[in-house]
């Protein structure tokens, strides 16, 4: 059974600084996408920052040259470095993998940056 954990939310002043993590259980091969999605009240989820296996990334406008998406195959982790933290940026992270054409989430991450 695929499991993903998230870690590393929190509560931040803006302008902060904060990494999550991510870990993918139950998965024996290479996962193709990893990702972050977040969710703030009152709106729909919207994607922050997908990779490839092959570290290609791609970034939602609103966080490009702010966040920063990694991974580790091996380890089958993906984190994502927020830095400049806006208090737009608050909402549920959400991480995402795509494996043999199935969508896996985790539970979510509060994050919260106060103004």
């Known amino acids: 059974q695929v499991q993903l954990v998230e870690s590393g939310g929190g509560l931040v002043q803006s302008g902060g600084s904060l990494r999550l993590s991510c870990t993918a259980s139950g998965i024996a091969s290479d996962i193709t996408l990893m990702g972050w999605y977040r969710q703030a009240p009152g709106k729909e989820r919207e994607l922050v920052a997908t990779?490839?296996?092959?570290?290609?990334?791609n970034y939602a406008d609103s966080v490009k040259g702010r966040f920063s998406i990694s991974r580790d195959n091996a380890k089958n982790m993906v984190f994502l470095q927020m830095n400049s933290l806006k208090a737009e940026d608050t909402a549920v992270y959400y991480c995402w993998c795509r494996f043999l054409n199935n969508n896996f989430w985790g539970q979510g991450t509060q994050v919260t940056v106060s103004s």
């Open positions: 990779i490839t296996s092959g570290d290609s990334t």
